[in-house]
């Protein structure tokens, strides 16, 4: 199971850090994403980390976003700075596989999703 916290109302340039908590598996075991879905549009992809320690982001909030993962606590942050109105969006982690061939695969397991609501 993987369960998202973290979100919330913040204003424009402000900060927020969202948690990823796995149970039942190990995070580090697994590529780890997060993705987010804003309304009517479509879920996309945010930022991953790799079993390696491999980051990636998207150009939209690179050098923003932060992921990282703390493996003692199985847990999976996404700390987000400088937000902007168009970083609002439902956030959703996903435990998926990575290679450099392939890139980023999603699975069908998600966590249940947490609100970022950037507003003034």
């Known amino acids: 199971q993987l369960q998202a916290s973290g979100g919330g109302l913040v204003q424009p340039g402000g900060s927020l850090r969202l948690s990823c908590v796995a149970s039942?598996?190990?995070?580090?075991?697994?590529?780890i994403a997060w993705f987010r879905q804003a309304p009517g549009k479509e879920r996309e992809l945010v930022s991953f980390?790799?079993?390696?320690?491999?980051?990636r982001y998207a150009d939209s909030v690179k050098g923003r976003f932060t992921i990282s993962r703390d493996n003692a606590k199985n847990t999976v942050y996404l700390q987000m700075d400088n937000l902007k109105p168009e970083d609002t969006a439902v956030y959703y982690c996903n435990r998926g596989t990575f290679t450099m061939e392939s890139g980023y695969v999603s699975s069908d397991y998600w966590g249940q999703g947490t609100l970022v609501t950037v507003s003034s």
């Open positions: 980390i790799a079993v390696s320690g491999i980051t």
């Open positions: 039942g598996f190990a995070l580090d075991e697994y590529a």
